[in-house]
Nanobody, 117 residues
């Protein structure tokens, strides 16, 4: 598996959840220099950026999550995380991790996050 996401599930509005994504060392041998991050797709909507690291380590956030979500990473473990706070029902979606390598974008399998009101 190239990217293995975990976490998610059902959480009440106002609550928190944390997602993890472990990247294959055989593919991503220099993980610290990869652009990588989280995207999400809600039913009937296009996939959108949630949070990401650029190749130089800068962070980018989608407008709807800025200030509530935080992306972090452990390059030694080839893992990125997404801490989600103050969740709202509109955050309900399938969350995907992604990583760029040699001009290709690799996607994880997606993990469902459902925020109940």
């Amino acid at each position: 598996v190239q990217l293995q996401a975990s976490g998610g599930g059902v959480v009440q509005a106002g609550g928190s959840s944390r997602l993890s994504c472990a990247a294959s060392r055989s593919i991503f041998s220099d993980f610290s220099n990869n652009a990588k991050g989280w995207y999400r797709q809600a039913p009937g909507k296009e996939r959108e950026l949630v949070a990401a690291f650029t190749k130089t380590g800068e962070t980018r956030y989608g407008d709807s999550v800025r200030g509530r979500f935080t992306i972090s990473g452990d390059n030694a473990e080839n893992t990125i995380y997404l801490q989600m706070n103050a969740l709202v029902p509109e955050d309900t979606a399938v969350y995907f991790c992604a990583c760029n390598q040699d001009g290709l974008t690799y996607w994880g399998q997606g993990t469902q996050v459902t925020v109940s009101s």
